[in-house]
T-cell receptor, first 113, second 114 residues
Framework: DAGVIQSPRHEVTEMGQEVTLRCKPI?????LFWYRQTMMRGLELLIY????????DSGMPEDRFSAKMPNASFSTLKIQPSEPRDSAVYFC???????????FGEGSRLTVL | DQQVKQNSPSLSVQEGRISILNCDYT??????FLWYKKYPAEGPTFLIS?????DKNEDGRFTVFLNKSAKHLSLHIVPSQPGDSAVYFC?????????????FGQGTILTVHP
């Protein structure tokens, strides 16, 4: 079975550019989460969706960040404009079928120069 | 306000011995706890979990203990193997409307020496 699929795995961009990270959750899962991992803050939740609807976006750091889930099999996290302090590994995770454990993708490592 | 804390950034253990990783939490509303393992350049993978109605859960070499009065949980790995070397994250969640939302600790780097 395919796990959570994220793209791109690595992204290097310049300050001010738009960045779009993509995620395909595990089929049948009804929860989708975006986490960010940094040395300073560890793994922090940015936003999560239930049945494609955003439930809690209190972790989104600024208006420069936005996330969408147009259907059950696809989500995007967009940063516009990007800044060097956005450099981090961004993880997408999904859960469902009544379970409370999250299944993570391999992450997207973002470097903003 | 860090609700889940792993106070030991790293732990070094000899192969075959026991590894004990610790985690403390402050939110008494947490009712489900999980441990994740993470290798470099990979996403965290689920290891073991425990509900607040239990005080112990075992899965092969891995056992998680929960002490609710102390707001403390620990992961025991016996016997430790070199392949267990990874970063271990403790996580906790609240039921109800926050179902599925995990709060993570900072992680503990476990190194198992052959």
């Amino acid at each position: 079975d395919a796990g959570v699929i994220q793209s791109p795995r690595h992204e290097v961009t310049e300050m001010g550019q738009e960045v779009t990270l993509r995620c395909k959750p595990i089929s049948g899962h009804d929860y989708l989460f975006w986490y960010r991992q940094t040395m300073m803050r560890g793994l922090e939740l940015l936003i999560y969706f239930n049945n494609n609807v955003p439930i809690d976006d209190s972790g989104m750091p600024e208006d420069r960040f936005s996330a969408k889930m147009p259907n059950a099999s696809f989500s995007t996290l967009k940063i516009q404009p990007s800044e060097p302090r956005d450099s981090a590994v961004y993880f997408c995770a999904s859960s469902g079928l009544g379970g409370r454990k999250l299944f993570f993708g391999e992450g997207s490592r973002l470097t903003v120069l | 306000d860090q609700q889940v804390k792993q106070n030991s950034p790293s732990l070094s253990v000899q192969e075959g011995r026991i590894s004990i990783l610790n985690c403390d939490y402050t939110n008494s509303m947490f009712d489900y706890f999980l441990w994740y393992k993470k290798y470099p350049a990979e996403g965290p993978t689920f290891l073991i979990s425990i509900s607040s109605i239990k005080d112990k859960n075992e899965d092969g070499r891995f056992t998680v203990f929960l002490n609710k009065s102390a707001k403390h949980l620990s992961l025991h790995i016996v016997p430790s193997q070199p392949g267990d070397s990874a970063v271990y994250f403790c996580a906790a969640s609240v039921g109800g409307t926050s179902y599925g939302k995990l709060t993570f600790g900072q992680g503990t780097i476990l190194t198992v020496h052959p």
